[in-house]
């Protein structure tokens, strides 16, 4: 869109309601669309608006860098697993997301940044404004309960079903060397058969909160980090068990980093 900048609009000079409509149109175009030079100040907007704004300069980018860390809380309160990532976003697609040391913790797909980014901006529940640093905005971004816990059962799912298709592989190899201990391959089947059961009683019970804090560029509205905080209770044997799992993904941007429209 071309700024009205001139001394006239139309081919008449601009005063008065002429003025003032070619502002109104200004603003609400800037509302709608943020067009530069109708900039509008993230203090007038509610934070649901503020989060919208900043996914689309997320997505509004073709290209970026990330980088965090997964970790999980088992029910004592110690770190069950934790793994550092990195990836890029090219043409839009994420691509090359690297695990450190090839670590994936309980299967690559709802650990990917991605998958949060995804529900948080489907499933949100509330959004707030948080305090910030200058030049800093917060959001707290709250996902709605079940689709919480639904994130975390594909987790699991995605783990089980990783699990099975080893053992299923692991039993075609010793079958076709003529290795093949019956006796293990049993107890890995049985093993599998029991952790069914138990996530069929389990999985029923599950009640899950997440917390995204996403903090961007008050300026550019690109996101700076998006932080995770998941506590997932579950109930077995009569006893109550609760885990955590925290996650932090960075944004960067690099000097070639091209936006749409620019």
């Known amino acids: 869109m071309k700024r009205i900048t001139g001394k006239r609009f139309g081919n008449r ?18 509302a709608a669309l943020a067009l530069p030079g109708c900039a509008v100040k993230w203090e007038r907007l509610s934070a649901e608006q503020a989060f919208a704004r900043s996914a689309s300069a997320l997505s509004g980018y073709d290209r970026f860098k ?4 997964v970790a999980l809380y088992d ?3 110690n770190v069950a697993e934790k793994a550092a990532f990195r990836g890029k976003v090219a043409d839009h697609k994420p691509l090359a997301l690297e695990w450190e040391h090839g670590r994936k913790p309980n ?8 998958s949060l980014l995804k529900a948080v901006q489907a499933h949100a529940g509330s959004i707030a404004y948080e305090p910030a640093e200058r030049g800093d905005i917060v959001l707290k971004v709250t996902v709605r309960p079940e689709a919480a816990a639904e994130r975390i059962k594909e987790t699991i ?15 075609r190899v010793l079958a076709r060397t003529g290795t ?3 006796r293990r391959l049993m107890l890995a089947e049985r093993k599998l058969s029991e952790a069914d059961a138990v996530l069929a009683k389990v999985l029923p019970t ?6 995204c804090r996403w903090t961007a560029d008050s300026r550019t509205w690109f996101p700076r980090e998006m932080a995770e905080e998941s506590v997932i209770r579950y109930t077995w044997n009569g006893k109550v068990y609760t885990e955590k799992r925290t996650s932090v993904t960075n944004f960067r941007l690099d000097a070639d980093s091209g936006k749409i429209g620019m």
Do not use: H, Y
């Open 107 to 114: 299967a690559a797909g709802p650990n990917d940044p991605f």
């Open 66 to 69: 990330f980088d965090g860390e």
């Open 206 to 211: 599950l009640k899950v909160s997440t917390v």
């Open 13 to 30: 000079r601009r005063t008065g309601i002429g003025r003032l409509a070619a502002g109104a149109v200004c603003g609400w175009l800037a």
């Open 75 to 77: 029910p004592n309160g």
């Open 180 to 182: 093949a201990d019956d």
């Open 157 to 171: 799912r995605m783990k089980m079903a990783s699990v099975r298709a080893e053992t299923q592989e692991a039993k």
